[in-house]
């Protein structure tokens, strides 16, 4: 059976050491990223781990949508995406993130030198409230 335990704050039983010993599940719970994303987008799109995100398309060369399952509450979310290295062309990935709705946003790859759009591998995550 499913239940609930209510609690304000989580402690330990000594077996951290270092100051913090008691976090207040505030924190635990703004803290925590609430989509998370992996996906591949050279070649065929493939998307490899996923937390909270329904789907992700290519929208062409470099460009990709992502769609998260739960909405937050406004566009005012904290979105974080990383890129993958080209290994043929020896040059790494950045990344853009742009449009971003309660449920989705873009993000776009570039190579940092000469600035081609570019396919990339893309780690994202986005914090902020639900709505």
């Known amino acids: 059976a499913n239940g ?4 304000d704050t989580l402690s330990t039983s000594g077996q951290i050491t270092g100051t913090a010993k008691s976090l207040d599940t505030d ?3 703004n803290g925590s990223a609430k989509s998370v994303v992996y996906f591949n987008g050279n070649g065929t799109l493939t998307t490899y781990h996923t937390f909270n995100v329904s789907s992700v398309s290519d929208d062409g060369t470099g460009l990709y949508s992502v769609t998260i399952t739960n909405n937050h509450d406004d566009t005012y979310y904290a979105k974080v995406a990383t890129g993958g290295r080209d290994s043929t062309a ?7 993130l742009y449009d971003a709705t309660s449920g989705t946003y873009k993000v776009q ?3 940092q030198a000469g600035g081609n759009q ?4 893309v780690s994202g995550l986005t914090h902020g409230d639900l709505a």
Do not use: H, K, P
Not at 4 to 7: G, K, L, Q, V
Not at 90 to 96: K, M
């Open 109 to 111: 790859a570039q190579f």
């Open 4 to 7: 609930t335990i209510a609690f």
């Open 27 to 29: 924190y635990v719970v």
């Open 118 to 121: 570019a396919d990339s591998q």
């Open 90 to 96: 020896n040059q790494d990935r950045g990344l853009g």
